[in-house]
């Protein structure tokens, strides 16, 4: 399904912006010993806020009702990386565990 098609039928079109922050360097720490400095420094400056890397990118159909989310790992269903299970939550979208994000992300679930 296209991003057209979603929002034609009412889904839900989430963005998702891998952001680097100084606060990532402690709470995900294990990451960054493991990796090398150099490439520490080209991460943290291509996924600052304010960066060319941190940009969505320009062709995409972003409208205002779209949601942006930013993450500081590599997914964003990790505890601690981003909101985007409480910003799904709070809209009745559900985000249990086995499900796919993307058919979670697409079909409202009335909550109990």
Not at 10 to 21: C, D, L, N, P, Q
Not at 42 to 62: I, N, P, Q
Not at 79 to 102: C, F, K, Y
């Amino acid at each position: 399904m296209s991003i057209v098609s979603r929002r034609e039928t009412g889904g839900t079109v989430v963005f998702i912006k891998t952001t680097f922050t100084q606060e990532t360097l402690a709470s995900w720490s294990v990451y960054y010993q493991i990796s090398r400095p150099e490439q520490n420094r080209k991460r943290a400056e291509a996924l600052a806020a304010g960066s060319k890397g941190h940009e969505l990118w320009a062709a995409l159909d972003v409208q205002p009702d779209d949601l942006i989310i930013e993450k500081k790992r590599f997914s964003a269903f990790i505890q601690g990386s981003s909101n985007l299970a409480e910003v799904l939550r709070s809209r009745g979208i559900d985000t249990s565990p086995g499900r796919s994000p993307a058919c979670a992300a697409n079909r409202p679930r009335a909550t109990p």
